[in-house]
């Protein structure tokens, strides 16, 4: 049974920083291209960020330079390191594990929110 469970996020104020972690089971994670998305009220779900099995990584416009996303195969978790945080930044954050069209994976989330 393929589990991703998130865990980090919370409130902070705008400028913190959260770290976001994601780990799985039930999956050869060295072998799968993980990211991150998030989802707010009223909008689309936006991919965040994204590594490959191979350690490259892509990063949406809007957290560029601000988010860091990597990955410990060893300890099969995966993580996004959040800085310079910003209210437009609020969403649910999910977890994702793709390897093919028949293999993709979701975490349940875990909700960031950007308030003073």
């Known amino acids: 049974q393929v589990q991703l469970v998130e865990s980090g996020g919370g409130l902070v104020q705008p400028g913190g920083s959260l770290r976001l972690s994601c780990a799985a089971s039930?999956?050869?994670?060295?072998?799968?291209?993980m990211g991150w998305f998030r989802q707010a009220p009223g909008q689309q779900q936006q991919l965040v960020a994204r590594?490959?099995?191979?350690?490259?990584?892509y990063y949406a416009d809007s957290v560029k330079g601000r988010f860091t996303v990597s990955r410990d195969n060893a300890k099969s978790t995966l993580y996004l390191q959040m800085d310079s945080l910003k209210p437009e930044d609020t969403a649910l954050y999910l977890c994702?594990?793709?390897?093919?069209?028949?293999?993709?994976?979701w975490g349940q989330g875990t909700r960031v929110t950007v308030s003073p």
């Open positions: 590594i490959s099995s191979d350690g490259s990584t």
């Open positions: 039930g999956i050869t994670f060295s072998r799968y291209l």
């Open positions: 994702n594990a793709w390897i093919s069209q028949s293999n993709i994976y």
